[in-house]
């Protein structure tokens, strides 16, 4: 069974950077595309990014573009969010999971079928 463990969260100030690691477990991750969510509290979870299998096309959603970046290492199988000029709206924990293979609908959650536990990012201003 994939196992998906996220690192990286913590505290910075507004204008901060931080990186956000998604390590997986098992030989597949190379075959599944990948994506970043995030959950503040009393919202509900929303897309972040996304990114193929390959790392050949990224998507992001308009809140975060420009400043997070999407990557990938398969060699490591693990998934990356570089996250820069944050901002306190961008306090959540962060969540990255697996694209299910036949979902078509990439910013939606119920497009995914794993996931990792989270990390909180919290910006203060």
């Known amino acids: 069974q994939v196992q998906l463990v996220e690192s990286g969260g913590g505290l910075v100030q507004a204008g901060g950077s931080l990186r956000l690691s998604c390590a997986a477990s098992?030989?597949?991750?190379?075959?599944?595309?990948m994506g970043w969510f995030r959950q503040a509290p009393g919202k509900e979870r929303e897309f972040v990014a996304r990114?193929?299998?390959?790392?050949?096309?990224?998507y992001y959603a308009d809140s975060v573009k420009g400043r997070f970046t999407i990557s990938r290492d398969n060699a490591k199988n693990t998934l990356y969010l570089q996250m820069g000029s944050l901002r306190p709206e961008d306090t959540a924990v962060y969540y990255c999971?697996?694209?299910?293979?036949?979902?078509?609908?990439?910013?939606?959650?119920?497009?995914?079928?794993?996931w990792g536990q989270g990390t909180q990012v919290t910006v203060s201003s």
């Open positions: 999971a697996r694209k299910n293979m036949y979902a078509t609908n990439f910013y939606s959650s119920r497009g995914y079928d794993v």
């Open positions: 098992g030989r597949t991750f190379s075959s599944y595309a």
């Open positions: 990114i193929t299998w390959n790392g050949g096309s990224t």
